[in-house]
Antibody, heavy 119, light 108 residues
Framework: QVQLQQWGAGLLKPSETLSLTCGVYAGSFHNYDWSWLRQTPGKGLEWIGEINHSGSTYYNPSLKSRITLSTDTSKNQFSLKLRSVTAADTAVYFC?????????????WGQGTLVTVSS | EIVLTQSPATLSVSPGERVTLSCRASQSVSDYLAWYQQKRGQAPRLLIYHASNRATGIPARFSGSVSGTDFTLAISSLEPEDFAVYYCQQRTNWSSITFGQGTRLEIK
């Protein structure tokens, strides 16, 4: 059964870059799509972006200008960089595996990382 | 952007009861809707995809249905472990994945 384990810095200052990585274990990496999502009490669950099995990327339009998604297929990992963070980016961030096409459902999730942006 | 509106926000029920949770889409999403369960401090768990298909390992007491843009998640007989927050989610274009705001199922 696939497992996703994520890591990255949990405390950032405004204007810094958020960087998170998600490792995929005990499952295929190449045949699936990989997403980042975040959750706050105020806005709920928000999809950030996806890098799919073909290497194409899709981003939430509201975050697109600040996001970079990448993969390291040799390590079965994918990563998120979110530039110029503000307090509004404080959230629990999740990585997740997407299944189905042309739609998506997320059948495996990382454990979540609380990222706090504070001066 | 397609908006998913879930109702009610909170539902107080007793174990053993049958419940239905609603998710209404602001426009057609075909049957491209999924349901998740989330417990405190955990990641969401996929329950239903394509409106009515149970995900792997999900008990048969969970079922989904659709009528137009109205989606329903039913739990036939609530178990103690079912008290959680439930979310619906859709994707109908490459750059738009949205979630409802959630329904909290609490013990009466």
């Amino acid at each position: 059964q696939v497992q996703l384990q994520q890591w990255g810095a949990g405390l950032l200052k405004p204007s810094e870059t958020l960087s998170l990585t998600c490792g995929v274990y005990a499952g295929s990496f190449h045949n699936y799509d990989w997403s980042w999502l975040r959750q706050t009490p105020g806005k709920g669950l928000e999809w950030i972006g996806e890098i799919n099995h073909s290497g194409s990327t899709y981003y939430n339009p509201s975050l697109k200008s600040r996001i970079t998604l990448s993969t390291d297929t040799s390590k079965n990992q994918f990563s998120l960089k979110l530039r110029s963070v503000t307090a509004a980016d404080t959230a629990v961030y999740f990585c997740a595996r997407g299944i189905l096409s042309p739609d998506t459902a997320f059948d495996s999730w990382g454990q979540g990382t609380l990222v706090t942006v504070s001066s | 952007e397609i908006v998913l509106t879930q109702s009610p926000a909170t539902l107080s029920v007793s174990p053993g009861e049958r419940v239905t949770l609603s998710c209404r889409a602001s426009q057609s999403v075909s049957d491209y809707l999924a349901w998740y369960q989330q417990k405190r401090g955990q990641a969401p768990r996929l329950l239903i995809y394509h409106a009515s298909n149970r995900a792997t390992g999900i008990p048969a007491r969970f079922s989904g249905s659709v009528s137009g843009t109205d989606f329903t998640l039913a739990i036939s007989s609530l178990e103690p472990e079912d008290f959680a927050v439930y979310y619906c989610q859709q994707r109908t274009n490459w750059s738009s994945i949205t979630f409802g705001q959630g329904t909290r199922l609490e013990i009466k």
